[in-house]
């Protein structure tokens, strides 16, 4: 069984060697005329999905047998002892489910889980991807000449059956992970078998001609410790069978540095597209912006010096290591690849529940995740999200692609959509949110006033007004009442403060939602003030304050925030 890539790589921090690189052949490349790119295709202007497809179940008819990509042990059920996966699929859509030894979900269900092998689940995938824009499908294709082989080869004619029944594209995307003999046994697997695929309406094509990917050449690590020479053959091997060639590379393909063996530059270049690896390299914002500054943007030029696509890898982030920040990561990593000027864009991955970066429907609750197992929903970070979230962003991102949306760092997609569960109107939600504020004193914070601690609380810089404070939903929601308190000690004699409300979608123009008014806070009613006004569609709520009667300064103790 070929084991996840994740296990193989090990992220790079940022900088790290690339300082040491020297940069003449890259600043050469960057001010070279720009070559041709190629038109809009099957992957040029699209989005393409990678698509693992190697989930089987025992019953299901898969050849291989057993609880194939679930378990370690695929001959025993899944169970939190015997697992692979790190988060759990939303199986509502599925006709056909397999009891699996996890505890039952935290709703008392029992917890089931899907088979890749049954032609249903493929064409739910595909339907999805059809009703998400998500364009072409890259079909992973790991060594067939083992014990997987049949299995795989019967995996490729159901994603053709689903792609054709949905008019989605696909494509063979091999990934040459511990194939010791693929110099000669690719070829054969291509010629024999995956090349009559092309004769489908639904293979990808571009450039008229049929696209086939090679996933790991060049890779500095023990799974793939290949030399350029076999490499560069097969390259040029598929390119002289008339296919277009894309080539899954490292993150650093292009300095022969970190996770990129040296001396491949010949491989990467011979590739009509390159598309870098991202997964593992970054888990944070300012990661994604610092990979877009220095390496997606050198990329970029030395591929348009040399005539090559380039297709960068997109992700949504890792579920069980709480990088998603509710979509705001994946949306982060699209606009920069969108504004970076990219030909396509490839995510990582479709259905990759065993690393946690899936875009397809996911479990959204504890309510549908097995309990007690510690597997993240989609709410982890307190933000209710559908359990189709990440494919709509997909379909927005893939919409700013193609110029029907305008270029934008704001994610447009709400975590919940066309009247879903959402936050009830009992929620407060900026508890734990991120804040901001103009300033503040000693070490009163604006992170105290969403603690949940009664008795910490935010104290502006003194005799020095306006002040400001504010906090990030993390999501534009409609909006309309405020609790805002002090400390309710006796200690905090009556007070009036003087302040607005603004809102905010985008964190940067701010509206108003509640006139700068006297806001009496009194001990005998719980220091609490309430502020209502008509829903708003908000995402950033910042209070402004002009003055105090009780001290020279802004104070507050927590500010609530609930939807109206």
């Known amino acids: 069984m070929a084991l996840p890539r994740r296990r193989f790589l090990t992220s790079t921090a940022a900088g790290g060697a690339l300082a040491a690189v020297a940069t003449t052949e890259l600043l050469t490349a960057m001010t070279r005329p720009a070559g041709a790119a190629s038109p809009p295709g099957d992957v040029v202007g699209k989005i393409s999905v990678g698509y693992q497809g190697w989930f089987a179940c025992p019953g299901d008819g898969a050849p291989i047998g057993g609880w194939w990509h679930w378990s370690r042990d695929r001959f025993q059920p899944p169970s939190p002892a015997n697992t692979t996966i790190v988060s759990w699929p939303d199986l509502r859509e599925l006709d056909r489910r397999y009891p699996t030894a996890y505890p039952n979900l935290g709703n008392g269900a029992p917890a089931e889980l899907f088979s890749s092998y049954d032609q249903q689940t493929v064409d739910t995938h595909f339907r999805w991807m059809r009703e998400h824009n998500c364009d072409t499908a890259a079909l992973q294709r790991f060594n067939p000449m083992g014990d997987e082989g049949p299995t795989r080869d019967a995996m490729a004619a159901k994603v053709r059956a689903a792609a054709e029944r949905f008019g989605r594209k696909y494509y063979i995307m091999y990934d040459v992970t511990s194939w010791t003999n693929f110099q000669t046994e690719i070829k054969t697997d291509w010629s024999t078998k995956m090349s009559a695929h092309t004769s489908s309406p639904a293979y990808a094509r571009q450039n008229g001609r049929p696209v086939v990917c090679v996933w790991g050449f060049g890779f500095n690590d023990p799974g793939r410790p290949f030399p350029p020479a076999p490499c560069l053959d097969v390259v040029n091997w598929f390119k002289a069978q008339g296919c277009y060639v894309i080539g899954g590379v490292p993150t650093y393909w292009r300095e022969g540095i970190n996770d990129s063996r040296p001396g491949f530059l010949d491989v990467y270049h011979a590739f009509n597209m390159i598309s870098p690896w991202m997964v593992g390299r970054t888990g944070t914002l300012d990661g994604l912006d610092w990979f877009y500054t220095n390496v997606n943007r050198p990329d970029q030029a030395d591929c348009d010096a040399r005539g090559i696509d380039y297709q960068p890898c997109v992700m949504p982030g890792d579920l069980s290591a709480g990088h998603r920040r509710h979509g705001d990561f994946y949306w982060r990593h699209l606009y920069n690849m ?3 000027g990219a030909q396509g864009l490839y995510v990582s991955m479709f259905d990759e529940f065993n690393e946690g970066n899936q875009i397809a429907k996911t479990s959204e609750t504890q309510a549908s995740t097995p309990a007690g197992a510690g597997i993240r929903a989609l709410d982890e970070d307190g933000t209710f999200c559908s359990s189709d979230y990440y494919l709509r962003i997909t379909a927005d991102g893939g919409r700013m692609l193609k110029g029907q949306l305008p270029l934008t760092p704001v994610r447009p997609t709400p975590p919940v959509a066309g009247g879903g569960p959402g936050p009830q109107p009992g929620t407060n939600l ?18 105290n006033i969403v603690d949940g601690n009664p008795d910490s609380y935010w104290e ?9 404070v504010q906090v990030d939903l993390g999501a534009g929601t409609a909006v309309g009442r405020l609790v805002l308190r002090l400390p309710p000690s006796p200690a905090w004699g009556a007070r009036t403060q003087t302040l607005a409300v603004r809102g905010s979608t985008d964190g940067n123009s701010f509206g108003t939602l509640s006139a700068s008014a006297p806001r009496r806070f009194d001990p005998a009613a719980g220091n609490t003030v309430t502020v209502t006004f008509p829903a708003t569609p908000t995402r950033y709520v910042r209070l402004e304050f002009t003055g105090n009667t009780g001290w020279p300064a802004g104070q507050l103790s927590e500010l609530e925030v609930y939807p109206s």
């Open 430 to 447: 900026a508890r734990g949110r991120p804040t901001a504020e103009s300033g503040h004193v000693q070490h009163y914070g604006s992170g």
């Open 338 to 340: 969108i504004r970076l």
């Open 460 to 468: 502006s810089p003194n005799h020095a007004f306006p002040q400001w």
